[in-house]
């Protein structure tokens, strides 16, 4: 069993296409984080990457699954780890894909949680927000930004979950509470196999910090993917497989 969790502002819709290739070999999970698409948002809290690594946890046991491994894009692998880290599960192996996993810096970060917190409390701006993804120019220019050409339908999905107000709120309210501080003073503990991928053209969470994180897990590999942007796992999810394969091949 594979756990898919996308990133901030995403969906399950992120990750389709990988799990559909990795469907093949092993049974996929993939779950909308709370706040996300269609999905009731947690309370807003502080320590909500916590909160959120405990909800998912959650979902898994009243599922009866416990994920044998992880593939987490981009705040999805912080979430991962949490889940590691506070809680009983145990897989055999995670996959970071441009893990979200570093504070942005001291003084930058506080201002950008606070932003965000307050943002998504502000009605007219999420409606305004929603009534701009309506239309998919702002979101094809935002998804190229990312650094990876992204097709047509995912646009489209992109643009259909962007001029959801609910979906705004959700994303503007993780962002608020995505405090990265404690995840980075905790990532010696983590005794789950790790790899880090990164990618060259990321200009989102650039490739290096990949490779400052596997300096800090004991045992952790990384590695750059050449050509290759934050939404790799979308434009081009069979290489994300090929590094996934190997890893499982690793621990299975």
């Not at 993939?30 to 959650?58: C, N, W």
């Not at 590691?84 to 893990?99: F, H, I, R």
């Not at 905790?186 to 990618?199: K, M, Q």
């Not at 490739?207 to 050509?227: F, M, Q, W």
Request: net charge neutral; proline share 5%.
């Amino acid at each position: 069993m594979v756990l898919l969790l996308h990133g901030t502002g995403a969906s399950t819709h992120s990750l389709a296409d990988l799990a559909v290739i990795l469907s093949n070999n092993f049974t996929c999970l993939l779950i909308d984080l709370p706040g996300h698409a269609f999905t009731s948002p947690l309370d807003e809290r502080e320590q909500l990457l916590s909160a959120m690594a405990v909800a998912v946890y959650k979902l898994c046991n009243r599922l009866d699954i416990a994920p044998s491994y992880i593939i987490g894009h981009s705040a999805g692998a912080a979430v991962a780890i949490r889940m590691c880290l506070d809680t009983e599960l145990s897989p055999q192996a995670l996959l970071s894909v441009n893990g979200a996993l570093l504070p942005f810096g001291a003084f930058i970060e506080p201002v950008m949680l606070k932003t965000a917190r307050l943002l998504s409390r502000s009605t007219s701006v999420t409606n305004f927000l929603a009534r701009r993804g309506t239309g998919t120019a702002d979101v094809r220019r935002a998804l190229r930004d990312t650094g990876a050409e992204i097709s047509e339908p995912m646009i489209e999905r992109y643009s259909f979950l962007i001029s959801h107000k609910t979906h705004i709120e959700g994303t503007l309210r993780m962002m608020g509470g995505w405090e990265l501080g404690q995840l980075a003073k905790d990532l010696p503990r983590l005794a789950t196999p790790i790899h880090l991928i990164g990618c060259d053209k990321d200009h989102i969470v650039p490739a290096t910090r990949a490779h400052r994180v596997k300096r800090l897990i004991p045992g952790a590999t990384a590695a750059t993917l050449e050509n290759a942007g934050h939404l790799v796992h979308e434009a081009a999810p069979e290489r994300v497989f090929q590094v996934f394969m190997q890893l499982a091949a690793k621990y299975n």
